[in-house]
């Protein structure tokens, strides 16, 4: 799978992009393009864009459709992220580096994973 989009033009992107910002100032995803290709690696890897990356971490209930953030799939999205690292070919800081990264994504988007 491909992002149809450049990476920057997805909501949850430009979310990401604003909380950085907002904690570190200047423009982190520019200053450090890191960021943007293991997002991207990670969106490959999972075989969606960033916006359903953070939709699949939500279910809705089946009686009143409130939308909830899901326990099971957060767990199953952090078991991917040690996946993608692993296999990475990487090894001591630069794991840690590719997991902040995607860690970041979510948290600033208000997922904890």
């Known amino acids: 799978m491909s992002i149809s989009n450049p990476i920057e033009s997805y909501e949850t992107v430009q979310i990401w992009a604003k909380g950085l910002t907002e904690q570190w100032g200047g423009n982190p995803l520019a200053e450090d393009p890191g ?8 969106c490959a890897f ?21 939308r909830f953030a ?15 690292v692993n ?12 997991r902040s990264s995607v860690y970041s994504f979510f948290t600033h988007n208000g997922v904890l994973v």
């Open 35 to 42: 960021k943007l290709e293991t997002l991207k690696s990670f």
């Open 46 to 66: 999972m075989d969606k864009d960033p916006d359903e990356l953070y939709a699949f971490c939500f279910l809705r209930k089946r009686d009143t459709g409130e």
């Open 70 to 84: 899901s326990k099971k799939r957060r767990e199953e999205l952090t078991e991917k992220v040690f996946q993608f």
């Open 87 to 98: 296999q990475s070919g990487f090894s001591g800081v630069e794991k840690r580096r590719l």
